[in-house]
Each structure stands twice: as C-alpha cells, then as structure tokens.
C-alpha cells in the first residue's frame, strides 16, 4: 500500500489542488513537484531579466531627465541665466571665504569663469548692474 503525506502547506506553495494529488504515486507527485519548482525557476529567472531590462531603460530615461533638466533650468527670482548657469549678484563686502561659505548655503558656488564669452557676459552684467539706476538684490 501506497502512503502519500503532503501537507497542504506544500500544496499550496506549488499551486496544486487537493483534487489534483490523488496520491496514487509518491513518485507521480515529486515529478510535478519538481515540474513546478523548474517552472517557477524559469519565472523567476524570466522576471529577473525583466528586472534588469527595466533598471536599464529607468536609469536611461533618468539620464534624459536629468539633460532635459540642464537644458530646461530656470533661474530663481534675482538671479541672471546665461548659457547654463544662473548669476546672483549682491552687494555686501565679504571676504572669498565668506562669499564662498554664503554661496554654498544657498546651493550655489563662487562664479569660475571658463570661457572669453562668459566674461564678456558677466563684464556687461556688472556695468549695468553698477549703474547708479540700478539696485542689486
């Protein structure tokens, strides 16, 4: 006499009914048993393909945000956009490292001028924004 002692827990685990383990064959059930363990694996190895096939196309999408973003970037009231940058100028005296410590706690860093253009740009900034018409915010 054949004896077959399953617990529902498997059952269950595997997605097998009741009605579908008649128990005629201890052998019979550990075959589907190890069907449905390999057809599970092959899930989880297909959904773990997908995964990284997701995580790429996110990271790719994140990359055209973020270009979008530098291209698309709109300065704060108060501050002047060149190119890709924004400029805010003030008119208080302060020291490099104070005007650096200032600049960083806005989000901001003490301007470097890399190129003739910027210069010229920032030159004409400050004339105008010297003039005795006009207020620096």
């Known amino acids: 006499m054949k004896v077959c002692v399953v617990s529902a827990v498997l059952l269950a685990l595997f997605g097998i009914s009741a009605g579908e383990c008649d128990c005629s064959s201890a052998v019979d059930f550990q075959f589907r048993t190890i069907d449905r363990m390999s057809e599970m694996e092959q899930r989880l190895n297909n959904m773990s393909l997908e995964q990284k096939i997701l995580t790429r196309k996110l990271s790719e999408k994140l990359a055209e945000c973020d270009e979008t973003e530098k291209k698309d970037k709109r300065c704060k009231d108060g501050w002047t956009r060149f190119k890709e940058s924004c400029y805010k ?8 490292d104070s005007a650096q410590e200032y600049c960083k706690n806005i989000g901001a860093s003490v301007v470097h001028i890399d190129t003739t253009e910027e210069n010229v740009f920032l030159r004409g900034l400050l004339r105008i924004l010297k003039s005795p018409n006009t207020e620096l915010v």
């Not at 100028?89 to 490099?96: C, E, I, K, N, V």
């Open 89 to 96: 100028f003030g008119d208080s005296d302060l020291t490099f």
